[in-house]
């Protein structure tokens, strides 16, 4: 079974609450909290992501990028052999 893999990346953010009377409005940031972020049908999405999950979920992004770098990689390969193909056959 492969594993399972999911667009984007994960990064930190600092965040600020709102609240008027908090340290927040000051400068002092609430976080790091983890958010992973990608881009659907052109718009950029984010979903909150534990910190407890924060390595499998960006092992899983990895993992989509990685399949996706190896799936380009063997389109390259097939475009020269088929070039090389065609050179043969115009022999």
Not at 57 to 84: G, S
Request: charged share 30%.
């Amino acid at each position: 079974m492969l594993p399972k893999t999911l667009p984007g990346v994960v990064c930190q953010q600092w965040v600020r609450c709102g609240r008027p009377g908090c340290r927040c409005a000051r400068g002092s940031l609430h976080g790091p909290y983890f958010y992973r972020f990608w881009r659907d049908g052109g718009r950029l999405r984010k979903e909150y992501v534990r910190r407890s999950d924060v390595e499998q979920v960006r092992a899983q992004c990895q993992a989509r990028r990685q399949a996706r770098q190896e799936l380009a990689d063997w389109r390259e390969v097939w475009r020269q052999m088929a070039a090389q193909f065609r050179e043969v056959q115009q022999r």
